[in-house]
């Protein structure tokens, strides 16, 4: 199903997810502690963090297994970052300035994820769907078979052998070049856009159980037989919700970034590289 188009390089730049959000804010009451860190508490609510930054490179396990990983990470953490602090690190050239990033950057992924909360509805799910149904034109299909060889020669061979009531399928598979004529030249149902130009008219001009005459393009002459007319099924709803709450989310975070960059005052200070030093001359 196609949905409408608008700019979505700038969400994508974000590299945020539908479902890395939906876990990040769609916590109950209940937050218990899950473990204690020199009397530093971790929470259920740390877990769902730390799913969120690694989740994705966690290898497949049982729930449990996945469970400790994440929360022997959570603790790795919180024990080197004291021992960064019992060091001093805070006061460290750059550090300071390299907190300031993660801060901004966690406020502008709390931002995105608001929108998205009030984006991302299943009133607004579905209305888009319904409203792409209606603007999607029902799309014609058809299921065909097809024996390709070398020359026009062989092709009008091949009708002859059918018009005297040889088998399509055994015949594709002893005179098909086609990698398909193993499963006697069967294509599937296609739509008119999904073959080259030649096969495609050939193809959609016959009646069903029509076989064409030689079929020239580049792959060489075919002879086509159309087994089955029908209209592409639209996917129902619960089929593409996923995709359509990515859309929703990507445009959602495309449109907010959008307005903000046009309020705000943007200055590029474009600096030239240092030239390289000279090397130096040998006495």
Do not use: C
Request: net charge negative; no cysteine; aromatic share 6%.
């Amino acid at each position: 199903m196609n949905f409408p188009a608008f700019p979505v390089a700038l969400a994508l730049a974000m590299g945020i997810a539908v479902g890395g959000m939906v876990s990040a804010y769609a916590q109950g009451a209940a937050d218990p502690v899950v473990a204690r860190v020199n009397g530093a508490e971790i929470r259920q609510s740390d877990l769902e963090l730390a799913e969120a930054d690694i989740g994705s490179s966690l290898p497949p396990s049982a729930p449990e297994a996945r469970r400790e990983a994440l929360l022997t990470y959570l603790i790795d953490i919180a024990i080197i970052a004291k021992a960064a602090e019992d060091q001093k690190l805070t006061q460290a050239p750059g550090f300071e300035r390299r907190a300031a990033f993660a801060r901004q950057k966690v406020l502008m992924e709390s931002l995105l994820e608001q929108e998205t909360r009030k984006a991302v509805t299943e009133p607004a799910m579905r209305q888009l769907y319904d409203d792409s149904v209606k603007a999607n034109k029902p799309q014609a299909e058809v299921r065909a078979r097809h024996i390709l060889v070398e020359s026009e020669d062989q092709a009008k061979e091949v009708v002859r052998k059918l018009k005297a009531g040889g088998d399509f399928a055994a015949l594709a598979k002893s005179e098909s070049k086609d990698p398909g004529s193993a499963d006697g030249g069967d294509l599937g149902y296609f739509t008119k856009d999904q073959m080259v130009a030649e096969f495609a008219d050939a193809a959609f001009k016959l009646e069903k159980d029509a076989i064409s005459d030689p079929v020239k393009t580049q792959f060489g002459w075919h002879v086509i037989k159309v087994e089955d007319k029908r209209e592409k099924a639209v996917p129902p709803f619960e089929q593409v919700k996923n995709e359509i709450a990515t859309y929703l989310t990507r445009k959602a975070q495309a449109e907010l970034v959008g307005k903000l960059r046009d309020e705000a005052k943007i200055e590029r200070l474009t600096q030239k590289p240092d030239a390289p030093a000279e090397p130096q001359k040998k006495n």
